[in-house]
């Protein structure tokens, strides 16, 4: 099974530092893990936010149709701290 | 797992921030603000992926997965599912929603409050069965904000319109707060206690407290004080207010939260007075554990009118609380304890420590150790707060109730059983101070020197054997089978010692017909308190379900052999007790022991008790046998394990012991074969049995508490007694019936059965000696079919949890 150009891409974003909508509006942002057909994404050592809330959930699945935004650290603008 | 590439990035940040910041010269605290700020300035810059992430799954194939190489499959299955109410516990249902708001201010009426006083109690007590705080005590929102119920929070309220017909503040900020206080507190001794590590966490209780205080700078004696206040002005001021607002149940109202707030003191004092060191203040521990307990059945006797009283309070309590605390867990919903339940719970508990308490007033070391195998055996199984406190009690920094050494304690252990010479265990002043005797003193201390090897060899099994006493039933058998070992060197250890000793005391042994015989005082002891290891491990199967049926017979039969053994351990104990006690009349030297009258009839007691258990498993296991020959006892076809492999393994951790010898599978088939005798005689010879050990119990049971040394648990022994007795003379009419009804069909079953044994004499004389399971279980098939009637052996532990009543239906 060959990468096509764009799962390429997407395996390039593992271990990356990844934030997510769900559709309660709750944000979840962990460590990108895996990612399958129907964009169920798991995360690790994942903080949860409601709004000033903030708690940490550890090891989550997001079901796909759950996800409103997906956002994933940007490695290039990141650097321009560095 | 974080990229290693990120993080000296943001190490540069922060001292590149600092920097920034020093340069602007602003004096910034590391407060919320500025670490917040730079915080923002820390987090990476994200970029939005959402539509990518639609186009690059849309090239997935079925089933394709892209995960870092370390995350697999079984990782992935241990993630919490978001937005799956059964595993999420951050999500909101729609019944949070509609959940009304809590408000601490409200100005609670009498009922109210009592609702609460009630609701948190039951939390307690369920939070002692075992459940987390999270669940139970943590839910209480005046929990956490107990602190804050001042009248500043009445007075400043702006939004308060209250009117003079509300309910005064002092039912909040006194009543409500000082039991809530008193509830912690408690909370906090007992999870102090619990914190010792005498019981297993996660298994018994738990104690996570997940960071959250429990006011321990509040002290004990303030909380005390804050309930004395608010009964004070519960008898001057509210019992006006409550009377004057005339409803019709306002007596009941008053009487409920009177004795509420007089119960929580005094348990709170029990528990102070229980914490200090050295067991010192039992005794007032004891006078408010009386109080406690008479209040508690007013409770429990007014309970239809006073439980009903309580009125629920919006947001008093939130369950919700634990997602916050326990994240990473799916939520699992608990059922609180109703009130009647934990009204039991405690009085269980008071109860148990009570008892506990007494054991302070030592009276000998059989005694104590009687008290807490009947405190183990008790139903429903004592609360682990309570097992907890007697461990503690028992032996806490080498102390024996406070006060005894090791030494004493196994001293005197010993002289109950064997009562060894005086010499062996004489303190060092005693030998130092006694008259001079050159043949004696030489030996002297070496003597004193190998008792107290002994002494310390013993300390580690003993205590070991306390502990186990004082866990939950299954893990007593668990750690019961891991310490065996332990006892086996023990015995093995004390059996050197003693031959020593024989040659120091220049011991003559008694002459029996089987040559010169020694009495070990030391060895047995160990011996002795080996065997009841090895009789109760067998004996808590039975308890803990843990055979399936057609194993009874087995084990029932090697339990037998087990008791035959300790029988005759006894007797030879006892004639060397008593034989010892003319010889030493003529060695003077060696001082005489006390009389040991009391020796001598707990020899007897003892060896009532192992006969009488031995007749009850002798009857059991031959009625199985004489229903296997009739066919009422089913044998299940074994595929995938035989009756021979299941023998080693249930008495495997008996076979490494150097003592007594184990019995092979090969022994048990020999000897329960009864090829010669019928079931009708086996029948009858079960009979006796029972009828035997019915005349052993009543024996027993006119024998006085000191002299069984049950001083303090002489009601259970009783009892125990008492179910023993039910079940003999229960097996006694079952019997009665079966042979009944086997007389009946006798004539049939004679005739067959005859042809039946021609048949395996020839099978035998066939096929190889040794008796294999296959042929067996033929054997049992083809009896099966020689039943006349449809009934099946039934065993029924309804009296006592070891001896079942074997009936056929």
Same mark, same amino acid.
């Not at chain 2, 009487?255 to 060191?277: C, D, E, P």
């Given at each position: 099974m060959t990468d096509t150009p764009k799962i390429k891409q997407l395996r390039s974003y593992l271990n990356l530092r990844t934030r997510i909508t769900a559709s309660d509006n709750r944000v979840f942002n962990g460590i990108f893990m895996c990612i399958d057909k129907y964009k169920n994404i798991i995360l690790s050592q994942t903080e949860e936010f409601r709004g000033a809330e903030k708690r940490f959930v550890g090891l989550v699945m997001i079901p796909g149709k759950h996800i409103i935004k997906a956002e994933v650290e940007d490695l290039e603008l990141s650097d321009e701290y560095t | 797992?974080?990229?290693?590439?990120?993080?000296?990035?943001?190490?540069?940040?922060?001292?590149?921030?600092?920097?920034?910041?020093?340069?602007?010269?602003?004096? !910034?605290?590391?407060?919320?603000?500025?670490?917040?700020?730079?915080?923002?300035?820390? +987090?990476?810059?994200?970029?939005? =992926?959402?539509?990518?992430?639609?186009?690059?799954?849309?090239? %997935?194939?079925?089933?394709?997965?892209?995960?870092?190489?370390?995350?697999?499959?079984?990782?992935?299955?241990?993630?919490?599912?978001? *937005?799956?109410?059964? *595993?999420?516990s951050g999500m909101i249902l729609d019944s949070d929603l509609n959940k009304p708001p809590f408000n601490l201010r409200a100005r609670l009426k009498p009922k109210e409050v009592l609702g609460i006083i009630d609701h948190l109690f039951n939390c307690e007590m369920t939070w002692h069965s075992g459940h987390s705080l999270s669940q139970t005590i943590f839910t209480c929102m005046y929990f956490h904000h107990v602190s804050e119920l001042n009248q500043e929070l009445f007075i400043n309220d702006p939004n308060d319109d209250s009117t003079d017909s509300d309910s005064p503040i002092e039912f909040v900020i006194l009543v409500l707060k000082s039991y809530v206080f008193g509830t912690i507190k408690c909370c906090h001794l007992v999870w102090d206690e619990m914190t010792k590590g005498n019981v297993y966490e996660e298994e018994d209780f738990s104690t996570n407290k997940y960071g959250i205080s429990m006011y321990e700078n509040f002290p004990d004696s303030?909380?005390?004080?804050?309930?004395?206040? #608010?009964?004070?002005?519960?008898?001057?001021?509210?019992?006006?207010?409550?009377? $004057?607002?005339?409803?019709?149940?306002?007596?009941?109202?008053?009487?409920?939260?009177?004795? @509420?707030?007089?119960?929580?003191?005094?348990?709170?004092?029990?528990?102070?007075?229980?914490?200090?060191? @050295?067991?010192?203040?039992?005794?007032?521990?004891?006078?408010?554990?009386?109080?406690? *307990?008479?209040?508690?059945?007013?409770?429990?006797?007014?309970?239809?009118?006073?439980?009903s009283l309580g009125v629920d309070v919006?947001?008093?309590?939130?369950?919700?609380?634990?997602?916050?605390?326990?994240?990473?867990?799916?939520?699992?919903?608990?059922?609180?304890?109703? &009130?009647? $339940?934990?009204?039991?719970?405690?009085?269980? *508990?008071?109860?148990?420590?009570? #008892?506990?308490?007494?054991?302070?007033?030592?009276?000998?070391?059989?005694?104590?150790?009687? %008290?807490?195998?009947?405190?183990?055996?008790?139903?429903?199984?004592?609360?682990?707060?309570? @097992?907890? =406190?007697?461990?503690?009690?028992?032996?806490?920094?080498?102390?024996?109730?406070?006060? &005894?050494?090791?030494?004493?304690?196994?001293?005197?252990?010993?002289?109950?059983?064997?009562?060894?010479?005086?010499?062996?265990?004489?303190?060092?002043?005693?030998?130092?101070?006694?008259?001079?005797?050159?043949?004696?003193?030489?030996?002297?201390?070496?003597?004193?020197? +190998?008792?107290?090897?002994?002494?310390?060899?013993? !300390?580690?099994?003993?205590?070991?054997?306390?502990?186990?006493?004082?866990?939950?039933?299954?893990?007593?058998?668990?750690?019961?089978?891991?310490?065996?070992?332990?006892?086996?060197?023990?015995? /093995?250890?004390?059996?050197?010692?003693?031959?020593?000793?024989?040659?120091?005391?220049? /011991?003559?042994?008694?002459?029996?017909? /089987?040559?010169?015989?020694?009495? %070990?005082?030391?060895?047995?002891?160990?011996?002795?308190?080996?065997?009841?290891?090895?009789?109760?491990?067998?004996?808590?199967?039975?308890? +803990?379900?843990?055979?399936?049926?057609?194993?009874?017979? &087995? =084990?029932?039969w090697y339990i037998d052999y087990l008791l035959g053994v300790h029988y005759q351990h006894l007797e030879r104990t006892h004639m060397h007790v008593t034989e010892n006690k003319k010889s030493k009349k003529q060695q003077e030297n060696l001082r005489l022991a006390p009389p040991p009258t009391s020796t001598v009839s707990l020899l007897v007691s003892q060896r009532l008790m192992i006969i009488a258990k031995q007749d009850i498993c002798r009857g059991i296991h031959r009625t199985i046998s004489a229903l296997r020959k009739t066919g009422h006892a089913i044998f299940p076809r074994l595929e995938f394990d035989d009756e021979s492999t299941r023998f080693w393994h249930r008495f495997r951790m008996y076979r490494t012991l150097g003592s007594p010898t184990i019995l092979s599978y090969k022994d048990f088939k020999d000897m329960t074969q009864f090829d010669n005798i019928t079931a009708m005689d086996l029948f009858n010879v079960s009979l006796q049995n029972f009828q035997a050990a019915r005349s052993s119990i009543e024996k027993l049971l006119a024998m006085k508490p000191s002299e069984l040394r049950m001083d303090f648990c002489h009601a259970d022994f009783t009892k125990e007694l008492q179910a023993m007795l039910r079940v003999c003379i229960a097996n006694i009419v079952s019997l009665h019936k079966i042979i009944e009804e086997c007389k009946e069909n006798e004539i049939v079953t004679s005739h067959k059965q005859q042809k039946q044994k021609q048949r395996q004499k020839n099978k035998k004389s066939l096929t190889s000696s040794s008796v294999t399971p296959s042929s067996s279980s033929i054997q049992t098939q083809k009896l099966t079919s020689l039943r006349k009637d449809n009934k099946v052996a039934n065993f029924e532990f309804k009296y006592h949890p070891w001896y079942p009543v074997i009936t056929l239906k």
């Open positions: - | 797992m974080t990229s290693p590439s990120d993080l000296p990035s943001k190490d540069d940040l922060v001292k590149k921030t600092q920097v920034a910041l020093s340069k602007l010269n602003l004096t !910034v605290d590391q407060t919320e603000e500025s670490t917040e700020h730079s915080n923002s300035l820390l +987090l990476p810059q994200y970029k939005d =992926i959402t539509k990518f992430l639609d186009e690059a799954t849309d090239e %997935f194939e079925i089933g394709q997965l892209v995960h870092l190489e370390s995350f697999g499959l079984y990782d992935a299955m241990s993630s919490i599912e978001i *937005m799956d109410p059964k *595993m999420d303030q909380c005390i004080k804050l309930i004395e206040d #608010a009964e004070t002005w519960m008898e001057q001021h509210g019992c006006k207010w409550i009377r $004057e607002k005339g409803q019709h149940d306002c007596e009941n109202v008053i009487r409920a939260i009177l004795s @509420r707030l007089h119960l929580r003191k005094s348990f709170l004092l029990v528990l102070m007075h229980m914490s200090q060191s @050295r067991c010192q203040q039992y005794l007032q521990a004891q006078r408010h554990l009386n109080t406690s *307990m008479q209040l508690l059945n007013g409770i429990k006797e007014g309970a239809n009118v006073s439980l919006s947001g008093a309590f939130d369950p919700l609380i634990n997602r916050k605390l326990v994240s990473q867990t799916p939520p699992r919903p608990i059922r609180l304890l109703t &009130m009647q $339940e934990s009204i039991n719970e405690m009085m269980n *508990m008071l109860k148990s420590i009570n #008892a506990t308490c007494e054991i302070i007033n030592y009276k000998s070391a059989t005694s104590l150790m009687n %008290f807490l195998v009947y405190h183990a055996s008790q139903q429903p199984s004592p609360c682990a707060f309570s @097992r907890s =406190i007697l461990q503690s009690t028992i032996c806490t920094e080498n102390r024996i109730l406070g006060k &005894m050494s090791m030494f004493q304690l196994i001293k005197d252990s010993v002289t109950e059983l064997t009562n060894p010479p005086y010499i062996y265990f004489a303190s060092k002043i005693d030998i130092a101070t006694s008259p001079k005797d050159d043949l004696i003193d030489e030996n002297k201390s070496e003597i004193s020197k +190998l008792v107290h090897n002994f002494v310390d060899s013993t !300390v580690k099994p003993l205590t070991d054997l306390y502990r186990i006493l004082c866990h939950n039933r299954s893990r007593q058998r668990r750690n019961m089978c891991k310490v065996l070992t332990d006892w086996d060197l023990l015995q /093995e250890e004390a059996e050197h010692i003693d031959t020593k000793l024989q040659s120091l005391t220049n /011991e003559e042994p008694l002459i029996t017909e /089987e040559g010169p015989s020694y009495s %070990f005082h030391l060895s047995s002891w160990v011996y002795h308190r080996k065997l009841v290891l090895l009789e109760d491990i067998l004996f808590l199967g039975f308890e +803990l379900d843990l055979y399936g049926t057609h194993e009874y017979m &087995m =084990i029932y």
